[in-house]
């Protein structure tokens, strides 16, 4: 069983910042960042959950047309950490996200369309006009 932690969100106003963060929670996780498919999800009230970004094992990034240019993911192997910097929030990212891994070396369309093997627990982004 793995487990995920997820945290960095928060409120901020339309054009700031926020850097999402997800840890795992046993030491026996490192392996997955080197060589498995991590991303990040999210879910807006009265909307279905859709991906956001993902890195492979090859740290090759994909990111939705809505975030890509303003969204960085990136992952740690040292730390055990992916991040998703965030930049220009616009009120439509107002969102709980929800970080993810699928046990294949690379990021499929079967997990950017949400199959994934193991989800961390949802965080929070507000973003205010």
């Known amino acids: 069983q793995v487990q995920m932690a997820a945290s960095g969100g928060g409120s901020v106003q339309a054009g700031g910042s926020l850097t999402l963060y997800c840890a795992a929670a046993?030491?026996?996780?490192?392996?997955?960042?080197?060589?498995?498919?991590m991303g990040w999800f999210r879910q807006a009230p009265g909307k279905e959950r859709g991906a956001v970004a993902s890195?492979?094992?090859?740290?090759?990034?994909r990111y939705s047309n809505s975030v890509k240019g303003r969204f960085t993911l990136s992952k740690d192997n040292a730390k055990n950490t992916l991040t998703l910097r965030m930049d220009n929030l616009k009120p439509e990212d107002t969102a709980m996200y929800y970080c993810?891994?699928?046990?294949?070396?690379?990021?499929?369309?079967?997990?950017?369309?949400?199959?994934?093997?193991?989800w961390g627990q949802g965080t929070q982004v507000t973003v205010s006009s």
């Open positions: 993810a891994v699928d046990l294949n070396y690379y990021c499929s369309d079967v997990f950017w369309g949400g199959s994934a093997d193991y």
């Open positions: 046993t030491s026996s996780y490192s392996r997955y960042y080197t060589t498995f498919c």
């Open positions: 890195i492979d094992s090859d740290a090759n990034t």
